[in-house]
Antibody
Framework: QVRLVQSEAEVKQPGASVKVSCKAS????????MTWVRQAPGQGLEWMGW????????NYAEKFRGRVTMTTDTSTSTAYIELRSLKSDDTAVYYC?????????????WGQGTLVTVSS | QSVLTQSPSVSAAPGQEVTISCSGS????????VSWYQQLPGTAPQLLIY???KRPSGIPDRFSGSKSGTSATLGITGLQTGDEADYYC???????????FGGGTKLTVL
């Protein structure tokens, strides 16, 4: 079965960078894409963008362009998201997601989430 | 401010049915599939409905979805206390070239 296992929680200072990982299993990683979604405390879901593990093509939400980088390592079936110049309102749970088979643009599978806290 | 509009909260008694609405525009709901997600407290969201009205394997038929024009609706029948959760709609927005979510609806089963 499809599993997405994310890295542990992080605490960062304002201005720093954070890199969250998402290890995938149960499907052919390098033929698919990984999408990232975040959720600030008590708030709704926010789409951040996606990356194709096949060719590395990315599509970032306009809000994060210039500050986010998504990458993949096909040798370990792991996706990464790096967010730079962190601010307090970047405090959120970050989720990796994969589309449901045969249903594009559907967040079919979710990682358990990684809490990133930005605080001085 | 979310691109898709949902009522912040809804409540109903156990055994009753409830509908949750999601309103958008022609650039999103009007011309793209809608999906729905359930987020139980402290957990990651789970896909409930995709392509407007399809249920993934394992989702009971108490959950249903529909779409008309630029609005979509999630229906839940036979409410259980375990259905208490936040529910989100989502779709693609062709103008923004981005996936968008509704602000979420908190369901309380009284």
């Amino acid at each position: 079965q499809v599993r997405l296992v994310q890295s542990e929680a992080e605490v960062k200072q304002p201005g720093a960078s954070v890199k969250v990982s998402c290890k995938a299993s149960g499907y052919t990683f390098n033929t698919d894409a990984m999408t990232w979604v975040r959720q600030a405390p008590g708030q709704g879901l926010e789409w951040m963008g996606w990356i194709s593990a096949y060719d590395g093509h990315t599509n970032y939400a306009e809000k994060f362009r210039g500050r986010v980088t998504m990458t993949t390592d096909t040798s370990t079936s792991t996706a990464y998201i790096e967010l730079r110049s962190l601010k307090s309102d970047d405090t959120a749970v970050y989720y990796c997601t994969r589309d449901l088979e045969g249903a594009g643009r559907t967040f079919g599978y979710w990682g358990q989430g990684t809490l990133v806290t930005v605080s001085s | 401010q979310s691109v898709l509009t949902q009522s912040p909260s809804v409540s109903a008694a156990p055994g009753q049915e409830v509908t949750i609405s999601c309103s958008g525009s022609s650039s999103n709901i009007g011309n793209n599939y809608v999906s729905w997600y359930q987020q139980l407290p402290g957990t990651a969201p789970q896909l409930l409905i995709y392509e407007n009205n399809k249920r993934p394997s394992g989702i009971p038929d108490r959950f249903s979805g529909s779409k008309s024009g630029t609005s979509a609706t999630l229906g839940i029948t036979g409410l259980q206390t375990g259905d208490e959760a936040d529910y989100y709609c989502a779709t693609w927005d062709s103008s923004l070239t981005a996936r968008v979510f509704g602000g979420g609806t908190k369901l309380t089963v009284l």
